[in-house]
């Protein structure tokens, strides 16, 4: 999927990464979908608390080298934020949440 908005950011996200985006006060973004016979992928919006609701807009690549992994008994633990196990995925600067998925 590639990304471009109005603040300069243009990024390629690939199987297996994140992208973070904080609205805030404004931010004109596009996605562009490749052709594919198969495509998987999870948009989640988080409302900010008032006072944080003009914020300014920002943009994070999160590559795959960048998500920790933990081993689990029967499977592996990818940790997309917040942390577990001793291990730090992203902390965003605004909503602290954790989200982690299982492979």
Known sequence: MKHKDNLGFEDTVEDG???WMTAGSGIIHEEQLPA???M???Q???NLPAKDKM???AYRSIKRDQIPEV???GGRLRILAGSYDGQQGVQG???LLTIMILR
């Open 55 to 57: 914020t300014k807009p």
């Open 17 to 19: 990464e994140v992208q």
């Open 40 to 42: 998987l992928g999870v």
């Open 93 to 95: 600067t605004i909503s």
């Open 71 to 73: 081993e689990l008994e």
């Open 44 to 46: 989640l919006w988080l």
């Open 36 to 38: 594919s016979e198969r």
